[in-house]
């Protein structure tokens, strides 16, 4: 028993430094360059039996999974380092179990045997007869079911299709097939798409003898692969569906909230609380929905390209794979992006309602401070002539005193024997000191609003 890491061994040699003629390499370029190796498919000898269950990991470590590998038997010693790459290949005497782990869920793979009672022409036969890992083990897997696959491959004749076609609906138990002609004609791959009793879906490929060993992994991979991507993609569904009343409450809202701003029939705050909360319910499931949106597309490309990849012809008289899936799958995937796209919109259309609420929002506090600043503009020109009254009172109030000190003084001189009239005197002067006074105010205001 031993394990594969890819298609080269885990312990191969880097190149010497020394050895090297290149600059020193890219902390990524080893990592980036084996990427092309990171998921070989298995070399598979027909006739053989393939179960394939995949499992959401979502709050499963890898600890876990390695955990659950360390069961297998002989398998103890294997640590977590071992399950890095996200692929592990475990060798026994009669089959091989793959790990495989992916963002959202990983993947189990055994292949082992076909039991000698499901051969073409059995009729329903029980193909977990004889399972090479114990039926716990699979139980136990950490995680939740989301793809449980049993995939038949046989040898048979493909030159008589109508003889073929009725072996396989034989062995199929009489049900409905999809089915098609692999690599445009080199194998048939056919399915009934249900889940039987035991919960896996069955699939069956019929390829002629000496089908090598490289066609039949390759095969086998892109059937698995095309099964699980499909139902990750239909996982964005029911989240669109559950999404579809809460959208329409929210685009009937946002009208109502825009008819409301135009008829100017509610004040401003309240519009804007209401498009507040509005927003963040929206924001909200664009936040917690938009990743399985961009998933959802991700793996229906993925479907898509697996489905080119099959190169199908048709058997006459049943539905391609391809076929059968797209008619099926494109409804659910216009709804899924319908959906994603109406939430989209419905945020950029509360971001337009936002900004044309802000805009009347700005426009009235405009015409607010325009009245507050009319306010302050009177307000000053009455303090302006308010002072001018008072500076005139002042210019008035300080020639009475200027005048009374010269009254007086002119009084002291006619005392000491000056022949003077003080009455006249200071009568006479009043019209200059009432000019010395009012120059020497406007000479203090040129300089103190001088610029």
């Known amino acids: 028993m031993n394990f594969d890491a890819g298609l080269h ?34 070399r598979i000898r027909v006739p053989a039996l393939i179960v394939h269950v995949s499992v959401l990991n979502e709050g499963v470590t890898r600890e876990m999974e390695c955990e659950h590998l360390r069961r297998l038997p002989g ?54 007869s004889a399972p090479a890992v114990a039926p716990e083990w699979l139980r136990g897997i950490p995680g939740r079911t989301v793809a449980a696959i049993q995939l038949a491959m046989v040898t048979g004749d493909l030159s008589d299709e109508r003889a073929l076609m009725g072996l396989a609906q034989t062995w199929f138990g009489g049900h409905t097939l999809v089915a098609s002609q692999l ?13 039987g009793a035991d ?28 099964e699980t991507y499909r139902l990750m993609a239909l996982r964005g569904l029911p ?19 825009t008819a409301r701003l135009e008829n100017k029939s509610a004040s401003d705050q309240e519009l804007l609380d209401t498009l507040v909360s509005l927003a963040a319910q929206v924001e909200r499931a664009t936040a917690e929905h938009n990743y399985r949106f961009a998933a959802t597309r991700a793996y229906d490309t993925l479907v898509g390209q697996r489905i080119t ?10 539905q391609m794979l391809g076929e059968f899936m797209q008619r099926r799958l494109s409804p659910a995937m216009a709804t899924v992006a319908a959906t994603a796209q109406r939430l989209a919109s419905l945020s950029e259309r509360i971001s337009r309602a936002s900004a044309l609420l802000r805009t009347r929002v700005d426009i009235a506090t405009e015409v607010q401070n325009q009245q507050l600043l009319e306010k302050l503009t009177r307000g000053q020109e009455m303090q ?8 005139g009172l002042s210019i008035a109030a300080i020639s009475y005193y200027v005048v009374s000190l010269l009254l007086y ?3 002291a001189l006619k005392a000491t024997g000056v022949p003077v009239n003080p009455e006249i005197a200071t009568g006479a002067l009043i019209p200059l000191v009432i000019w010395a006074v009012w120059r020497t105010t406007r000479r203090i205001h040129e300089k103190i609003y001088a610029p």
């Not at 099959?310 to 049943?318: D, F, Q, S």
């Open 9 to 42: 061994s885990p312990t191969e040699p880097a190149v010497p430094a020394a050895a090297s003629m290149l600059p020193p390499d890219d902390p990524l370029r080893a990592d980036l360059h084996n990427e092309v190796h990171a998921r070989p498919s298995a």
């Open 183 to 195: 690599g445009n004609g080199h194998s048939w791959a056919l399915t009934e798409f249900h889940i």
């Open 239 to 257: 989240v669109a569906k559950a999404l579809g009343p809460m959208l329409s409450q929210a685009e009937a809202a946002l009208s109502d909230i």
């Open 409 to 411: 003084g002119g009084k």
């Open 75 to 128: 398998q103890q010693a294997l640590s977590p380092e071992q399950l890095n790459g996200n692929f592990l290949r475990l060798r026994f005497d009669d089959h091989t179990v793959k790990w495989e782990r992916h963002t959202e869920f990983t993947g189990y793979v055994i292949v082992q045997p076909l039991p000698d009672a499901a051969w073409l022409g059995a009729k329903a036969p029980a193909l977990l």
């Open 384 to 391: 302006l002539r308010l002072q001018s009254t008072v500076e």
């Open 199 to 226: 919960g896996f879906e069955r699939m069956l490929v019929i390829a002629p003898p000496g089908t090598t060993d490289t066609r039949a992994g390759r095969i086998a991979q892109r059937l698995l692969e095309l």
């Open 309 to 318: 990849e099959l190169r199908e012809k048709a058997i006459p008289g049943t």
